[in-house]
């Protein structure tokens, strides 16, 4: 029988971060990614400030800044064939006035070879979680099948689904979610990037497409909205007219017009925006996206998930070690990271009403100005409301921080005596 103390399901950035903060608790904790690797293009690969302050207090600042991040400072808009700023970070609180830019698999990679030295951490890949395991009502660990078809199961004192939104332990639960709905997919792509292009992040945005352009160096990864539910129409027509409606907004990419030749090349994002009621039961733990589903709208998904994990491992890393996790624990990991859940589901649904149904049903023309919402209006013209966003995307509510545990030096600093876990 194989046992761990606690099983994380989904090796993305909540199981990881959280796997390894319990690690370097002592906890035993054994993590299980599906995959054979973190290479998976067009996931979510913004990080933000709150993040890179997490990184540096876990004493992984320099080794993350090797992995040659891009910095978003500033948001623009596309204005009568320029670009006008619509958002800064050089204002936010903290060393880090930037969002970092990086593929989120050298960021997963990051965290995984961090962990591996750890005696407690282990990182089983190629290695699914198909459905949990009861004894007498509680979850007491999961089966799992591995890429070559083999079965098992691993038995814990607690379980943690980090598997996403569509999270198979989350589903076998039952538990009940509340769900809004959403105004558009999205259609990941890439296109190419030239030295006399814009940096940064650049939303582009026409009567006939609304997009964002996410600077990745050497190309951009590209986030096109549509309406919910239009992907198999849209694409019995020619996918050149992906990038000949962004040029309408953007004559700068004029030169870029044919560079999409196949929908094979474009992948589609079913955009969710839930929250469960409850995050457990007894035995299991659902945090990230697993606990709720997030509108990429302002790309926090990523960044809410790692705080989620730092709060669990926060919470949880005592009582494990002591082997007393009970319910109650597992209700204050989810006290601790409801609100931040709850405010940034009520921004995001408020985009969606203000600004992306406009675009998506040609309301809006921002490459025009005249008629921007006021909203975007005022972002423009007065620069504390411009400030209110930044803040928000960049510091968030709430933001966690580095248990003392889990903190370390940076590389080449003397470090201190350690403290034993704890929940304060």
């Known amino acids: 029988m194989e046992r761990t103390t606690c099983l994380v399901a989904g090796g993305g950035p909540a199981g990881l971060m959280l796997g390894l903060l319990l690690a370097r608790a002592g906890v035993d904790v054994t993590v299980l990614e599906k995959h054979k690797d973190f290479l998976r293009d067009f996931r979510g690969d913004t990080v933000h400030p709150t993040t890179l302050d997490l990184l ?18 500033q948001i623009v808009l596309p204005i009568a064939g320029g670009t006008q700023l619509l958002a800064t970070f050089e204002h936010l609180p903290g060393p880090h006035k930037y969002v970092a830019m990086v593929p989120q698999w050298d960021l997963l990679d990051l965290l995984a070879r961090t962990a591996m030295p750890e005696p407690g951490f282990h990182l089983r890949m190629s290695t699914e979680a198909t459905e949990p395991i009861r ?24 379980t943690v689904a980090c598997d996403g939104r569509a999270s198979v332990l989350r589903a076998s639960t039952g538990l009940p979610a509340r769900s809004w709905p959403t105004p558009m997919d999205v259609w990941w792509f890439r296109l190419p990037r030239t030295a006399t292009d814009p940096a940064g992040a650049l939303p582009v945005v026409t009567a006939r497409r609304a997009a964002v352009m996410l600077d990745r160096g050497d190309y951009w990864q590209c986030a096109t909205l549509i309406a919910k539910g239009a992907d198999a129409e849209a694409r019995r027509g020619s996918v050149r007219d992906i990038m000949r409606g962004m040029a309408e907004a953007a004559p700068w990419l004029g030169d870029r017009r044919d560079a999409l030749t196949d929908w094979d090349e474009v992948k589609l994002l079913d955009v969710r925006l839930d929250r469960l009621s409850t995050w457990y039961v007894d035995g299991l733990l659902c945090i990230g996206d697993a606990a709720h589903a997030m509108s990429p709208v302002g790309g926090v998904g990523i960044n809410l998930a790692i705080q989620d994990a730092v709060a669990a491992a926060r919470i949880l890393a005592a009582p494990l070690l002591a082997g007393t ?42 490459a025009g100005a005249s008629n921007a919402p006021r909203a975007l209006r005022l972002l423009r013209r007065i620069p504390l409301v411009r400030s209110i966003p930044p803040y928000l995307l960049g510091r968030g509510v709430l933001p966690e921080h580095a248990p003392d545990f889990a903190r370390r030096p940076p590389a080449g600093a003397v470090a201190g005596p350690e403290e034993p876990a704890t929940d304060t």
């Open 56 to 73: 540096d207090e876990l004493g992984l600042g320099a080794e993350f800044g090797k992995l040659g991040a891009r910095e978003l400072r």
């Open 135 to 158: 004894v007498e009502g509680k979850v007491t660990g999961c089966a799992y099948r591995t890429a070559d078809g083999a079965i098992g199961a691993i038995h814990a004192d607690l």
């Open 325 to 366: 996790t009970t319910t109650r624990d597992l209700a204050r990991v989810q006290r601790r990271r409801a609100i931040p859940t709850v405010v940034i589901q009520a921004v995001q649904r408020v985009l969606h009403a203000r600004l992306i149904v406009p675009a998506l049903t040609g309301r809006v023309e921002i």
